[in-house]
């Protein structure tokens, strides 16, 4: 029997705080990026509330995963969360900014995120938050990120930005405010002395902005990561970043809430066990971009279809 928690509105208030503390200290610096603080909040407000139908509290079967909204996180909260339901959980999968979902864990308003970007990523959310929260190790390694240009453009590195930042429309066009990357594209300016802005936005106007400037044959610059749907669908080159702020290869690691395993061993079993790579992933993020697909969709089909790998997950649970 799992453990009944807190009914979860009682936390959003908690929740909030918490999540504004986690948005100002972001990688970089970059709570002072209109709207972060807010985004957080709000965001956290969610998680603490989540959806008002089936179960209101966790627990009897209930698993809570949080992630944040990008293609890759998308794709792996799915496949877990299919994964579960074919071992009878109901599962909720919220999206919430990065500040909240480490927020959510360490408060036991959220079961579990296959969503952590370490070490680097979202180094402050991770230094914040570890203590009250249980990291299962990588779920996936090889994982990149930077600056992406297309194959076109003929520069090379991340200093030569400079010099043709009138090309670029001075702007490096990023995704969510509440992001690790964007604190450390933050960073990146200052570091670089770019004279380039950085744009908010989410990954879908992110990709939206690069089809249209690739359609174009334009000059562009975003903030990019592997694994991503976007690499196979068009050439693009990481700038190279002499000082290393972006770090090194990265791994994403599976976090859940404290007590979890004490509470339910089976779906801390799966957790742990859950492992796969880049190139597993992209192919189901490719799948989810077709004419009737979904992220949700495209997870339980390749669930389905790859019972040998699933086995393998779903076995340490026995």
Not at 51 to 72: C, F, R
Not at 162 to 178: L, M, N, S
Not at 236 to 253: A, F, V
């Amino acid at each position: 029997m799992i453990r009944k928690l807190p009914m979860r509105h009682l936390l959003s208030i908690a929740l909030t705080t918490s999540a504004l503390a986690l948005a100002g200290c972001s990688s970089g610096g970059s709570g002072s990026d209109n709207g972060q603080a807010a985004l957080a909040g709000s965001a956290a407000a969610s998680a603490a509330s989540g959806p008002t139908s089936a179960a209101d509290q966790l627990g009897d079967g209930h698993i809570k995963l949080v992630y944040v909204e990008w293609a890759s996180c998308t794709a792996a909260t799915n496949v877990v969360k299919a994964v579960l339901e074919q071992k009878g959980y109901t599962v909720d999968a919220v999206s919430v900014s990065g500040a909240a979902m480490y927020s959510a864990l360490a408060n036991n308003a959220a079961d579990a995120t296959v969503c952590a970007w370490l070490p680097t990523t979202h180094a402050n959310y991770y230094a914040r938050t570890k203590d009250k929260l249980d990291n299962l190790g990588p779920n996936m390694t090889g994982t990149k990120l930077g600056l992406v240009v297309p194959d076109y453009v003929s520069i090379d590195s991340i200093p030569e930005l400079t010099k043709h930042a009138d090309q670029f429309k001075d702007r490096i066009v990023g995704i969510d405010p509440g992001a690790g990357e964007m604190g450390l594209t933050q960073d990146v300016i200052k570091q670089y002395k770019l004279p380039l802005k950085l744009v908010a936005g989410s990954g879908a106007t992110m990709t939206a902005a690069l089809k249209s400037a690739i359609d174009n044959h334009q000059w562009i610059v975003v903030t990019g990561w592997t694994p991503h749907w976007m690499w196979a669908r068009w050439k693009l080159k990481y700038l190279s970043d002499p000082k290393g702020i972006y770090g090194k290869g990265e791994n994403i690691d599976t976090l859940t809430r404290k007590g979890l395993q004490q509470d339910d061993p089976e779906a801390y079993a799966i957790l742990d066990a859950f492992h796969w790579t880049p190139d597993v992933m992209q192919e189901v993020m490719a799948t989810s971009r077709k004419p009737g697909q979904d992220p949700a969709s495209s997870a339980k089909q390749w669930v389905a279809s790859h019972p040998d790998v699933v086995s393998t997950w779903t076995g340490a649970a026995h």
